[in-house]
């Protein structure tokens, strides 16, 4: 699987994946996660924009994308943690919006080792209904570290590794 940044005309397709990402967590229970048109053609690009957003190709089809930012932007929204800490306050980074449209295995897998190749420090954050997530969180390696809260007020569990 290869990963490259995400461009303005990927917009339509990595809605459609979102919009199946969506699909996945409802029928898997979580129905509080990605509500309200979260997240919209907007944030996206905005990610785009700002050189944050990737797409996942198998046979040169987008298959996945997500949000990736390190270093010296820090996610406000860590910067409170409950019910426990981060691992470090070394740079870090961020990995959001993960979606896959379902055609292809591995995409997780490919996104996170790609970022690892960037920085040896990631934090990350789900909604506590997103079971398939949290369980590749810990089959990957992360330790779960607390609960933060993002922009709408509502929990997410953390995790954090470094390798």
Known sequence: MKIIQAKTKDVNQIMEIIEHARTIMRANGNTTQWTNGYPSKEIILNDIECNHGFVCLENEEI?????FFKGNDPEP??????????????????IHRLASNGKAKGVAKACFDYCFKQIQNIKVDTNHDNVPMQSFFKKYGFTYCGVIYVNDGTPRDAFQMMI
């Open 77 to 94: 929204n860590y910067q409170v943690i409950e019910n426990g800490n981060w691992l470090n306050d070394k740079p870090y980074g961020v």
């Open 63 to 67: 298959v996945g994308y997500f949000c």
